[in-house]
């Protein structure tokens, strides 16, 4: 456990420097073949001033010395094309270190918190929460219940009081006369006076409607 805590940022610092290290080699190499590429154009123009002094031996060596260079240049050429495929190879395999390190991390912390939240610790966790709630619902219903003087009240008698207060509330409605509409204001011409209309008698049916009222009424 401890080489495994412990080793895996020694692993990620040894990858990085073998990186850099690398990167300098490369840049080492591509300074060295700028340098061969200069001396070789170098040669190409000394041969052509011995050409043209008729020096052809003394061309011929300059010749010789930029071949030695190609070759020179070649070779590193062969060089940073192996750096190149080693440098993507290391990050290739960081990578792939990296993204394994992260799915481990994952499913450590995946486990722990299963761990942490089990099955039975659910299910607990349920069932206290219902009976806290059915407590509640307990008490609720403790408060909701008469107390006293309330508590001693017949549903059934006050049911029946009810009933009784609305058959008499009807009993009156239908015992009322039933009420004309008003009268429509009739224009009277200036200067004439109104004429009153005479006093309307009661019918016998209107007569023995009041006197059952007054009867009520006592």
Same mark, same amino acid.
């Given at each position: 456990?401890?080489?495994?805590?412990? &080793?895996?940022?020694? /692993?990620?610092?040894?990858?990085?420097?073998?990186?850099?290290?690398?990167?300098?080699?490369?840049?080492? $190499?591509?300074?060295?073949?700028?340098?061969?590429?200069?001396?070789?154009?170098?040669?190409?123009?000394?041969?052509?001033?011995? *050409?043209?002094?008729?020096?052809?031996?003394?061309?011929?060596?300059?010749?010789?010395?930029?071949?030695?260079?190609? !070759?020179?240049?070649? !070779? $590193? &050429?062969?060089? /940073?094309?192996?750096?190149?495929?080693?440098?993507?190879? $290391?990050? %290739?395999?960081?990578?792939?270190?990296?993204?394994?390190?992260?799915?481990?991390?994952?499913?450590?912390?995946?486990? @722990?918190?299963?761990? @942490?939240?089990?099955?039975?610790?659910?299910?607990?966790?349920?069932?206290?929460?219902?009976?806290? *709630? #059915?407590?509640?619902? !307990?008490? !609720?219903?403790?408060?909701?219940?008469?107390? %006293?003087?309330?508590?001693?009240?017949?549903?059934?008698?006050?049911?029946?009081?009810?009933? #009784?207060?609305? %058959?008499?509330?009807?009993?009156? /409605?239908?015992? /009322?006369?039933?009420?004309?509409?008003?009268?429509?204001?009739?224009?009277?011409?200036? %200067?004439?006076?109104?004429?009153?209309?005479?006093?309307?008698?009661?019918?016998?049916?209107?007569?023995?409607?009041?006197?059952?009222?007054?009867?009520?009424?006592?």
């Amino acid at each position: 456990m401890f080489t495994r805590v412990f &080793g895996k940022p020694k /692993q990620e610092a040894n990858a990085v420097t073998t990186l850099d290290k690398l990167n300098e080699t490369l840049e080492m $190499l591509e300074k060295k073949e700028k340098v061969l590429l200069k001396k070789a154009s170098q040669e190409v123009e000394k041969a052509k001033d011995y *050409t043209r002094a008729k020096n052809k031996r003394a061309a011929i060596q300059c010749l010789k010395r930029k071949k030695l260079y190609e !070759q020179q240049i070649e !070779q $590193l &050429g062969n060089f /940073q094309l192996r750096i190149h495929d080693q440098m993507i190879m $290391l990050e %290739g395999a960081k990578a792939t270190t990296e993204t394994v390190d992260a799915l481990r991390t994952g499913a450590a912390a995946m486990k @722990a918190m299963q761990k @942490a939240t089990n099955i039975d610790d659910v299910d607990k966790t349920m069932d206290e929460i219902n009976e806290q *709630t #059915e407590n509640m619902k !307990q008490i !609720q219903e403790a408060l909701a219940t008469p107390m %006293g003087a309330a508590a001693d009240f017949d549903e059934d008698e006050l049911e029946a009081e009810l009933e #009784e207060l609305e %058959g008499a509330e009807l009993e009156e /409605q239908l015992l /009322q006369p039933a009420t004309t509409a008003p009268a429509a204001p009739v224009h009277v011409p200036a %200067g004439s006076q109104p004429t009153r209309p005479a006093p309307r008698k009661n019918t016998a049916e209107e007569d023995e409607l009041a006197a059952l009222q007054a009867e009520m009424a006592l």
